[in-house]
């Protein structure tokens, strides 16, 4: 356990250093060398910060394959602290022997795919896009035409509803002529009356 244990810290330990020498300290000297703008100090940062670009990316294979090799995180510190030590100026001498003339050689590869990557990424970018605005847009017609079909489904529900309850209640008379039947009954009553108003009328006349 104590083993396991002193092992983590040593990972700590070695962890720590290399933020603060590999990263804090560098970082520092960078605003200061942009802050009094010396062009010197800011070219002697500018070549260090690409040759330990270029380690961390290195750094992230070779923890794989090579994490196994004895002091192999004792031998990245001291790798470090060569790339910042103004006596051996490690940097400097890594830039100026390899760096620069490799990636002047290449630099117009180098843009060529640069350029062809941006253009991939804003094509596919676009595409991707469209079809995710023509995917809103289908779900958003599909979401309305279900709702507006709920919708009318849901009033004519209402509607039939409305109209068998008024059924129930009983509809109020017809307000058009009457049957014929009626008219022919009411004639048949009012004859006698007249018929006989006109006999008195003969009869009065008579005794006069």
């Known amino acids: 356990m104590q083993k396991v244990l002193s092992k983590g810290q040593a990972e700590e330990v070695r962890s720590g250093s290399r933020l603060i020498f590999g990263t804090l300290y560098p970082a520092y000297y960078s605003y200061k060398a942009v802050k009094s703008k010396d062009i010197k100090e800011y070219v002697k940062w500018m070549m260090y910060w690409i040759i330990f670009a270029l380690f961390t990316t290195a750094e992230t294979f070779t923890d794989i394959f090579l994490c196994w090799f004895p002091f192999y995180y004792e031998l ?6 060569w790339l910042l030590s103004p006596y051996t100026k490690g940097s400097s001498l890594l830039y100026r022997k390899f760096v ?4 002047s050689s290449k630099e117009k590869e180098i843009d060529d795919c640069l350029v062809q990557a941006k253009d991939r990424s804003y094509d ?18 599909m979401a309305a035409s279900k709702g507006q079909g709920a919708l009318s489904e849901r009033l004519r529900s209402f509607s039939m509803q409305d109209l068998t309850t008024i059924r129930g209640d009983g509809a109020p008379a017809p307000s058009g002529p009457p049957p014929p039947g009626s008219g022919r009954a009411s004639g048949k009553h009012g004859q006698p009356k007249m018929s006989r108003s006109a006999s008195e009328s003969a009869s009065s006349s008579g005794t006069a």
């Open 100 to 103: 620069h003339p490799t990636l």
């Open 124 to 141: 596919a970018l676009v595409h991707f896009g469209k079809r995710g605005l023509n995917v809103a847009a289908t779900a958003a017609v």
């Open 76 to 81: 990245k510190i001291a790798f470090v602290a």
